[in-house]
């Protein structure tokens, strides 16, 4: 499910790439995947995960990736509604679906759901850091609550065998949209502030570009799942953070990384690169925007159960996704 997404599109060739499996995919679009469309081992289909005749096709399938949702923080205020059906109501019918099945449900989470984390907050327990989700008056906390519930209630539900991944701020080429070109509205920070050095616009540091996240390669995510495939009998059950602690930084942080890899890659002197601008949350995201100051994953379990460690640097990584996206998006300046 969501096969044609950001990090669906990256699992999606490296299963055909490193195993001989045959795949079915459900997404509401394909542009990202259409190399494999012509696969023989690749059945497609443009579906919603909301119709229940859906849910028992993919259902037949021993093991179920779920990585569809809405998921860009822009819509969390102005569509709260259909992002908690997305993240809650859809995945839940799924969810129940491969407890009659007997299907592994390897269904994808947020770090999000670690909720409302201050600046000076510790590294991030799986099974035992308090969560505070912000009021229900900052509708930006309805994601992280729905995908929180989902979570709560796959553990719960009898006969499921689940694994729940939680990102922490994936990161790598076909990530999000440009606005106005192939998308809609606001899109994650990566695909944000490329667009905006892309345009020649300024970067804008909500609320001063303060907090801090792990950017996380796609391609460790990626290696990160099949690990997962390779220890089922140890994933079972369990919740796993994935995330690179040693790329932490603030988002005005890598505002400035950016600058400078977007120079080099252009061959421009940083001087000659669009700076930055701060800009309050409410003004940028509008009314009910909140956020969490630091979002640190312990990565612990993943080594310890899975052998999991993520291994590409930060600059690397924002290296190939800032060269794709200019290429990507040479023709729509
Ligand atoms: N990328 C990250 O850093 C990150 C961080 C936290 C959580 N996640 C979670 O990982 C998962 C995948 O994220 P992504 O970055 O690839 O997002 P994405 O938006 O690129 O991909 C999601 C895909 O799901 C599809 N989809 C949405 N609703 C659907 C529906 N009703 N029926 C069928 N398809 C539907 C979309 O068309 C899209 O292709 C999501 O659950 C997201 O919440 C990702």
Same mark, same amino acid.
Not at 325 to 332: K, L, N, P
């Given at each position: 499910?969501g096969c044609g997404g950001f990090i669906g599109c990256h699992l ?20 990202r ?34 990585l569809?949702?809405?998921c860009t ?77 989902? $979570?709560?209630?796959? /553990?719960? %539900? *009898? @006969? !499921?065998?689940?694994? +729940?991944?939680?990102p922490?701020?994936f990161v790598g080429p076909f990530m999000d949209f ?9 899109p994650r920070?990566l695909a ?26 796609v391609?460790?995510a ?25 790329? $932490?930084?603030?988002? /005005?942080? %890598? *505002? @400035? !990384?950016?600058?400078? +890899? ?59 996704s ?12």
């Open positions: 499910m999606l060739k490296a299963i055909f790439e490193r195993t001989s499996w045959r795949v079915f995919g459900v997404d509401l679009e394909s542009y995947i259409q190399e494999h469309l012509a696969n023989d081992r690749f059945e497609f289909l443009c579906a919603d995960l909301a119709d229940a005749a859906v849910v028992e096709r993919i259902v037949r399938y021993p093991v179920v990736v779920n569809a949702a809405i923080p822009g819509r969390y205020m102005a569509e709260a509604a259909e992002v908690i059906r997305s993240n809650y109501d859809h995945p839940r019918a799924l969810a129940d679906a491969c407890a009659k099945s007997g299907s592994w449900l390897i269904h994808f989470s947020t770090s999000e759901i670690y909720g409302k984390t201050a600046a000076d907050s510790s590294a991030l327990e799986e099974d035992s850091s308090e969560i505070v989700l912000g009021p229900v008056t900052a509708s930006r906390w309805s994601y992280a609550t729905a995908k929180l519930l989902t $979570e709560r209630y796959m /553990a719960g %539900l *009898a @006969g !499921l065998n689940w694994t +729940v991944v939680r922490f701020n440009m606005p106005g070109v192939d998308g809609e509205g606001i920070v944000n502030f490329s667009t905006a050095l892309v345009r020649g616009e300024s970067l804008k540091l909500v609320n001063g570009g303060v907090a801090k996240r792990c950017f996380t390669s391609h460790d990626v290696d990160f799942v099949f690990c997962l495939f390779a220890k089922a009998d140890k994933g079972v059950g369990q919740a796993f953070n994935v995330g690179n602690v040693d790329n $932490e930084v603030s988002i /005005a942080e %890598l *505002a @400035g !990384l950016m600058r400078s +890899v977007f120079a080099s890659v252009k061959g421009k002197p940083e001087n000659d690169v669009p700076g930055v601008e701060v800009v309050s949350g409410e003004d940028y995201y509008g009314k009910g925007y909140d956020d969490s100051l630091r979002r640190l994953p312990s990565v612990a379990k993943a080594e310890n159960l899975l052998g999991f460690m993520a291994k590409i640097p930060l600059k690397e990584a924002i290296e190939e800032l060269r794709w996206f200019v290429g990507h998006y040479v023709d729509a300046c």
